[in-house]
Each structure stands twice: as structure tokens, then as C-alpha cells.
């Protein structure tokens, strides 16, 4: 079974740093194109960011710069390191990808940047 | 970057309507487009798939069609379950950003 958990959210003051993880189980995340999507409170969906099988990265201008992709084969886990996070990173962030099963989320994991 | 417009923003219809959401692309996505609905506190939930492929276990009623730069959503008989925000993406312009819509909710009347 196809399954995505999303960890790391949380309270950080603006200008700090998180590192938000997702392990993938039921497929191999290296051999999948894989994305990061947020929501912001009340707010739509907003791609952010994706890496690709053969490890080509994709982000949005938004967070150009100050995030990371990137996964751990041996985990089988996709990372998204979040520097200098501002105010209006405030979200719930999920992992997404398509296998030949179907498409998947996780549940999501809350960041919230206040001070 | 491919700008998505969707329309209307709400949608207040009763069960048992029809409802037709609507998406437009600042330039052409091919048939490389899909629609997510997303209901309160869930993660978004694949519908269609290129254009105009419904997603494994996806109802009938729903209906995606269109390519290029304007793309259709018919549900064709709400039921109560089907109100919630609908969202496009388009997957067709590589690289990313596969940007998403704004989306339309759809309400009861």
C-alpha cells in the first residue's frame, strides 16, 4: 500500500530554519517524480517545489533560494529544508507524487513562522 | 510561468444540479491538466487526469474535458458529498512550476 507521512512542522520565529520530511512507503521514492504542495490558512494551493527521478530540482520563485529539495534513497525519504522562513511561509505543507497505483498525499504538517 | 484562472470563484447549487467549473491558461498546457477536490481539514484528492481521464475510483458523474488553454469540470448530478473547493493544475509546461488554480468552491444552495 501506497502511503506518505509528512514530519518537522512546527512554531519557528521568522529568519529560522526546518527541515520537513516525508517517508514513502509501498513504492521507491528515487525512481518517482516527487513534489512539495502548501496551503496557507484559508488560502488555496500553492506548488512549491519537486525533484524529479533523475534528481533535477524545481522551485517556485517563491521560495527560491531559501528551500531544498531532497530525498534519502536508503530512507526512502523526501526532505525539504526551509531557510529564512518569513511569515508568509505559514502553511500546511504536503508531499504528492503519482505512481502507477494512483496519485498520493500525505496528511500534511503544519509550519507556522511568528514570532 | 502558466497562470491558471478558475470560474466562478463559488458555485451555490442544490443536489442533484449540474455543475460546470471552468479553468483557463495563460498559454497552452496540451491536455496536460488535472483537477483536485479538496474538502475541509483533508488533503486534495486526484479527480481527472489529462484533461479528461478520471483518476482510479473517481464516479462517472465527473467529467474533464478541454486542451489547450481552457478546460471543463462537469459534475453531472451533485451529490452531497461533492460540495467542497476544486482545484486545476497544469502538468503539461516542463519544467515546473506546475502551478495551481485558485480554485472553485462549490456550495450548497
Known amino acids: 500500500e501506497v502511503q506518505l507521512v509528512e514530519t518537522g512542522g512546527d512554531l519557528i520565529q521568522p529568519g529560522g530554519s526546518l527541515r520537513l520530511s516525508c517517508a514513502a512507503s509501498?513504492?521507491?521514492?528515487?525512481?518517482?517524480?516527487m513534489s512539495w504542495v502548501r496551503q496557507a490558512p484559508g488560502k488555496g494551493l500553492e506548488w512549491v517545489s519537486a525533484i524529479h527521478s533523475d534528481g533535477s530540482t524545481y522551485y517556485a520563485d517563491s521560495v527560491k533560494g531559501r528551500f531544498t529539495i531532497s530525498r534519502d534513497n536508503a530512507r526512502n525519504t523526501l526532505y525539504l529544508q526551509m531557510d529564512s522562513l518569513r511569515a508568509e511561509d505559514t502553511a500546511v505543507y504536503y508531499c504528492?507524487?503519482?505512481?502507477?497505483?494512483?496519485?498520493?498525499w500525505g496528511q500534511g504538517t503544519l509550519v507556522t513562522v511568528s514570532s | 510561468e502558466v497562470v491558471l484562472t478558475q470560474s466562478p470563484a463559488t458555485l451555490s447549487l442544490s443536489p442533484g444540479e449540474r455543475a460546470t467549473l471552468s479553468c483557463r491558461a495563460t498559454q497552452s498546457v496540451g491536455s496536460f491538466l488535472a483537477w483536485f477536490q479538496q474538502k475541509p481539514a483533508q488533503a486534495p484528492r486526484l479527480l481527472i487526469y489529462d484533461a479528461s481521464n478520471r483518476a482510479t475510483g473517481i464516479p462517472a458523474r465527473f467529467r474533464g474535458s478541454g486542451s489547450g488553454t481552457d478546460f471543463t469540470l462537469t459534475i453531472s448530478s451533485l451529490e452531497p458529498e461533492d460540495f467542497a473547493v476544486y482545484y486545476c493544475q497544469q502538468r503539461g509546461n516542463w519544467p515546473p512550476p506546475f502551478t495551481f488554480g485558485p480554485g472553485t468552491k462549490v456550495e450548497i444552495k
Open positions: 509501498g513504492f521507491t521514492v528515487s525512481r518517482n517524480y
Open positions: 504528492e507524487t503519482t505512481v502507477p497505483q494512483g496519485n498520493y
